[in-house]
């Protein structure tokens, strides 16, 4: 387990590894039609698909001791309003670290999504620095794709993933 990962901070937001009591967030974030109008990739129909969303986040955790995080803000404990963070994942035959952030929509706008990644790029080039770490976002998503150029990443090819055109963006 890496401890810096499973609970830290950033000047607005505490990001904590992702627990059980976590499900209502998740199903609520993830089912949001609105949450899902620009990157229908991590949709929910159901409760028991956020339960196994869950189950697999939590899987992660336990197997690498990274995984995405809860966020909440710091001025509000205990609310979560977004997920971020990343996960090992295998991409065209190559294992990475899944860069990810999606948050519920009265977030949007407000940098918490940029803020919570920058975290999440700094922890893995200190602890994790021999996997590349990647973003994959649909070309529809414009306002991912610049929290990506704001984090410094790199726009690197255009794949088909979940047939869907999405760029793959490299961290520096």
Partial sequence: MIQDFERTT????????????DLDA??????????NRLDSSGRLYSRDAARELLERWLGDWARHGVGYWAVERRDAPGTIVGFSGMRHKELEGQRVLNLAYRFSPPCWGSGYATE???????????HIPDVPVVAIISLENAPSLRVAERLGMRRDRIIDYEGIANAVFLAA
Wanted: hydrophobic share 45%.
């Fill in 26 to 35: 998740v199903y609520t974030i993830h089912a949001d039609p609105e949450t």
């Fill in 116 to 126: 919570a990644a920058r975290m999440a790029l700094a922890l893995a080039r200190q």
């Fill in 10 to 21: 950033t000047e607005r937001l505490l990001l904590r590894r992702l627990q059980e009591g």
